[in-house]
Structures are given as C-alpha cells and as structure tokens.
Nanobody, 125 residues
Framework: VHLVESGGGLVQTGDSLRLSCLFS????????VAWFRQAPGHEREFVAA????????YYADSLKGRFSISKDSVKNMVHLQMNSLLPEDTAVYYC???????????????????WGQGTQVTVST
C-alpha cells in the first residue's frame, strides 16, 4: 500500500484547506483510512477516520464540526476538509491505512501499518 498526501500549504486564520490522500497498491475496500497530525514538539494525534468496513466517519472530539473526512472509492482517495483553521492546527498531516485494525483502535496511531510522507499545513495569525 502506498499513500501520498497533497494539498497542504500556508493559510491564514479562518481559511479553509482540503487535503487529499491517494491510496494505491491494493484494493481500497477493506482498509481503514485515517488522518493524523503532528505539531512541532507534540505527539502525533488522531484527526478522523473511516473503519475497515466503511463505518464512520469518526473524529477527534476537539475537531468535530470544523474538519470533515470523505472518501472517493472510485478514485481511491481520501480527503480532509478543514474549515475555520486556527494557528493551533499547524502541523504535518498524515494519511494512514490498515487492513487489520479493529474499531476500538481507530484512534491509535500504532494500529496503522501504512503511512504517507505527510503534508505541511501552516496557519498564520
């Protein structure tokens, strides 16, 4: 499985940004797909995900309402729409996938075996 993120950049507070993750190498179905982020000096944290069976989406409570995950099973892509961005949203955003993860582990980064290289999102004041 190969994951490639795109869409990051430098934006201002209050702006919106849409990240994309291209999934290749295996059949898209049967994989949980998720977005995580890691800010400087912080641990990687869960943002949003769909389960292996397609249930969801599931969000980090703190981001629910501003962020929205979606997937395009025809194009094998997962998107993260981010609205009303804040400086604290500045981070490297990663796409992750797993074919074995259970529902209760969706928010745990160690449960994912496949990762993209990340895309930088910087929100200025």
């Amino acid at each position: 499985v190969h994951l490639v993120e795109s869409g990051g950049g430098l934006v201002q507070t209050g702006d919106s940004l849409r990240l994309s993750c291209l999934f290749s190498g295996r059949t898209f179905s049967g994989y949980a797909v998720a977005w995580f982020r890691q800010a400087p000096g912080h641990e990687r944290e869960f943002v949003a995900a769909f389960s292996r069976t397609g249930t969801g989406p599931y969000y980090a409570d703190s981001l629910k309402g501003r962020f929205s995950i979606s997937k395009d099973s025809v194009k094998n892509m997962v998107h993260l729409q981010m609205n009303s961005l804040l400086p604290e949203d500045t981070a490297v955003y990663y796409c992750a996938a797993s074919s074995t993860i259970i529902l209760s582990s969706l928010r745990r980064q160690e449960s994912y075996g496949f990762w993209g290289q990340g895309t930088q999102v910087t929100v200025s004041t």
